[in-house]
């Protein structure tokens, strides 16, 4: 057997266990079919710890035991399990099977080599999927004592999906799995030996930021993997005033830099990190990382790993799990539709592992090629950067989906990589389509399009927009749409103002927000205003309803369209709401059946007034008309304009230019 140190070139994949313990994540890393968890000693004393915030290796003393009906399982440290005599572990779990699909697409390699230390007696047995879910036993092996076994399986069947993964059986005493890896086979070479730059764009989140700063320096395995960290501090409340950051630079170190600019949104904090990195000329790669994520960071040196052996320069994506519901998956696979031009998953969102592990989700096992990644974490080749620029200025929204699209057209993929993956604040509890950022979803959509688009004259995109300007109109939310009216004509401008536009925009959206009652979200419950006493202000709606359809979809929009347009709300319908619905029953055809209702926000800590108004119904209906056939006519001439200034706009001259300016 070779030494760690030895192998270390060699290592795809360490199999690992989460740091914590965290009972949410256990699913994530040991097959949640089998196995249930409990701890060992005081529950009740370690959750009291953990709410004063008791340091995690001090709550991490105390071993975790999984059981399963069998036995009990004991995980010890990062690395290593006790299986008891008679039990069985699976390794069948996210982030500890190997995708083998994927790196049989995207890499030279031609198979991987499992090892497997033990200790005691049992058996090791190597299984593998395919692209439909079916499950097959491999090889097996039966150990005794202290052993390292080897297991080499060629990629011979995973061209549309498939996974690798290997169980324990102990037999008549306890077996240990002391360390597992998943290698590249001997003589191997990787088309590069690089490491990355984490670029990390930061805005008030100090307790996030500083924490995730942590645990990137925590781990020593995953040193080789990073050159260093760059944090881009664009916030009032600067994180080199937090009282956590000096821990964060104690387990960085000199790797670690802070720079500190004005808010030009995370397109200008990540351009400024992709700059940072191809300037100081010594690493390979930039890794994206948002301000408000957990990584287990073996999942940086996963990135790395699979972009150094890709067989061209190729950005590699990681997942993102909820960070509050730790076992639901959010976003696995994404690209655009290219008729309406809008971006949306290709798999189920907020799937749970918990629920149904990965023996169980069979569309798990598909290989699914992707049109972008989330910045959530992202790693770009400096290669890439060198070739296609940095971000377009979007201050926010698209610049992720953009990029991919850009890079795909000068020759660079992207793979969305299962096993590399954060914990993200999720956006359960956002509805951003309808506060200040309605503005840069529509316009940042509308120029990717322009861009990008193949479809005559945008394709369907502008009955797209169109249709979601009346459903903002039906429900009474005029300052969306006004906000969308800005992001058209802005684009009816000409790109011309836009690393300008990253600077002024918020502060004008937020102004523009002024003119409408249902822009303020009233968070104080007793400020609520009272309800006619006739009324019953108790509404609920069935989820299940999917609302008018076909025919009677047809009969209720002319209705409804007549009513808003033309009949007068009653004569108090600005001093009293007719009813109060919460977020989950405010739908678009409950809405506007009222002259004015309250409607609780997506995070539940506030609510907005809707009152209907027929003359700005009216008046912004017809623009909206205006203003998407305007684009649509002018489609060609735009898009010229916009791609021809791509190179430009996203330059690092441009970009510097924006960092300077103060």
Known sequence: MSSEAESDQLVLQRVVFPYDHDPQVLPLYLDAETWTWGKLGNSAEEALARSRGVASERLNRRPMRLTDRTGLGTLRGRRSIAVPAGATVSLASYFNAFPASYWNRWTSLSGVRLRVRTTGPGLVNVNRSNARGVIQRVQSTRVEGTVV??????????????????????????????????????????????????????????????????????????????????????????????????????????????????????SGGFSRGMAETLSAGTSEYVLLIDDDVEIDPESVRRAVTFGNHCTEPTIVGGHMFDMYDKSKLHAFAEGIKRGPFMWGPFTPDRHDF?????????????????????????????????????????????????????????????????????????????????DWQAFFHARNRLVTALVHSREKRGGTLWRSNLALDLKNLLTMDYYTVAMRHAAMRSVLEGPAGMHDDMRTRLTRTRELGKGFREAEVIKDPTTLPSFP???????????????????????????????????????????????????????????????????????????????RDPRLFRTMLRESIRLNLAYRRRWDRLADQYRSRVPELTSRDAWQASFEHR
């Not at 924490?211 to 995953?222: F, N």
């Not at 994180?239 to 500190?260: D, K």
């Open 533 to 611: 006493a006739r009324e019953n202000t108790s509404v609920m709606t069935s989820r299940v309803n999917p609302g008018p359809q076909g025919r009677a979809f047809a009969r209720w929009l002319l209705k409804t369209v007549v009513r808003h347009a033309l009949v007068r709300p009653r004569r108090d319908a600005a001093e009293r709401p007719d009813a109060h619905l919460a977020y989950e029953d405010a739908r678009w055809f409950e809405v506007p059946r009222y002259d004015s209702v309250l409607v609780t926000n997506a995070e539940g800590s506030g609510v907005t007034w809707h009152v």
């Open 354 to 434: 918990h629920d149904s592990n990965l023996r169980q989700t069979h569309w798990v096992h598909r290989r699914f090629d992707v049109d972008y990644n989330g910045w959530w974490m992202c790693l770009i080749p400096t290669t890439v950067i060198d070739t296609v620029g940095l971000s377009m200025p979007y201050f926010i929204k698209w610049d992720d989906a953009e990029y991919a699209l850009r890079a795909r057209e000068h020759g660079f993929s992207t793979v969305s990589l299962p096993g590399a993956a954060v914990w993200h604040v999720s956006w359960v509890d956002k509805d951003d389509s309808h």
């Open 149 to 266: 076994s080897e297991f080499d399986v060629p990629f011979t069947s995973f061209i549309d999906g498939g996974w690798l993964w290997f169980d324990l059986t102990a037999g008549a005493g306890e077996l240990t799995l002391e360390q597992a890896d998943w290698l590249a086979p001997a003589g191997t070479a990787a088309r590069a030996d690089g490491a990355a730059t984490i670029c990390i764009t930061t805005l008030n989140r100090g307790d996030y930021c500083t924490r995730l700063l942590t645990e990137l320096g925590r781990d020593g395995d995953v040193d080789v993997a990073i050159d260093g960290v760059i944090v881009v501090d664009q916030g009032s409340e600067r994180l080199a005033e937090h009282p956590l950051f000096p821990e964060a630079q104690r387990a960085l170190g000199e790797r670690l830099t802070l720079i500190e600019q004005d808010n030009i949104g995370g």
